[in-house]
Every structure is written in structure tokens, then in C-alpha cells.
């Protein structure tokens, strides 16, 4: 922040101390880091430094569903096996997003919420088809009162 602040000078100038930390580390260079603390061997061996920005709702609901592997599938096939039908809907899918985003998981703690709200299922279920085929829907309701926290949806937001 100190080598990239520039002060202003002149009538109507702005000040650029306003700038969010966020937005600094866009120009951190292994100067800055070896300035913060690390040692030049360890940083001379690092051949990029990059930040990144945190995934958005959409973003998380396509890690969900789009790849070959996505956790949707995954645990599609795993119900499949003990004859359910596993699918989301579009909203419970939204509900898992937020709900990684207000607890700044990410997408690593995408599984882990899953795995939250289908562990009941998933002992529950094989039981109750031994004679057929059974099905199980996720609803958005199933995943916020799971998860325990409160509805981050914009209409339950403008409600309360």
C-alpha cells in the first residue's frame, strides 16, 4: 500500500487512500512480499504471485453441477446405487452457494455441506426402498433448516 499510494496534489485532487486492501493485492510484487516478512530464497522460488477474487453465487452453483465430476453427480451416483433418485432443486443449489459464501468457504466447503445435508438420507433411504425404486428431492427448506442458518434469499431478506 505504501509503494502503490500515490498522493494527490492540487485543487479537487482525490485522495487515493480510500482504496480497499482487496484492491492492492492486485500489484503485490515479491518485493513487497520479502518487505512482509518472507525470506528471499523462499520467495525466489515462487515464479508467480497472484490474488484472487472470491467466487460468486453463480460461479459456486456451476462447481456444483457442470463438471464431469461435479458433487451433484457424485453423490447422484452414490444414491443410485441403493435405488434413489437424488436431484437438487435450482433453489437448494442457490441455498448451498450462500450459504458457503456467509461462512467464507468457498468452494472447498461445498462437499462438506453436502455431506451435512444428505447424511440423513443417506442412512434412511436405502431402508425405505428394499421393495423398489425411491426418489429424493432437496428443497431449499431442507437445506436451511439442515444447515442452521438463517434464509439468505432475497425475499425472505426484504421480509424481515
Do not use: C, W, Y
Amino acid at each position: 500500500k505504501q509503494r502503490v499510494r500515490t498522493k494527490a496534489v492540487g485543487f479537487g485532487a482525490k485522495a487515493s487512500s480510500k482504496m480497499h486492501k482487496e484492491a492492492f493485492l492486485k500489484f503485490v510484487e515479491p518485493e513487497d512480499v520479502i518487505k512482509f516478512g518472507l525470506i528471499p530464497e523462499l520467495v525466489g522460488r515462487m515464479p508467480v504471485v497472484a490474488a484472487l477474487d472470491p467466487l460468486d453465487r453463480e460461479s459456486l452453483v456451476r462447481i456444483l453441477t457442470e463438471p464431469k465430476n461435479a458433487l451433484t453427480k457424485q453423490f447422484a451416483r452414490l444414491f443410485d446405487m441403493d435405488q434413489v433418485d437424488l436431484s437438487f432443486e435450482p433453489a437448494a443449489l442457490d441455498a448451498i452457494a450462500e450459504q458457503a459464501m456467509a461462512r467464507k468457504l468457498g468452494a472447498r466447503g461445498l462437499r462438506t455441506m453436502l455431506e451435512l445435508i444428505l447424511l440423513e438420507p443417506m442412512f434412511e433411504m436405502p431402508s425405505e426402498t428394499r421393495t423398489g425404486r425411491g426418489s429424493l428431492r432437496i428443497t431449499r427448506e431442507r437445506v436451511e433448516s439442515t444447515l442452521g442458518l438463517p434464509s439468505l434469499h432475497p425475499s425472505v431478506r426484504a421480509a424481515g
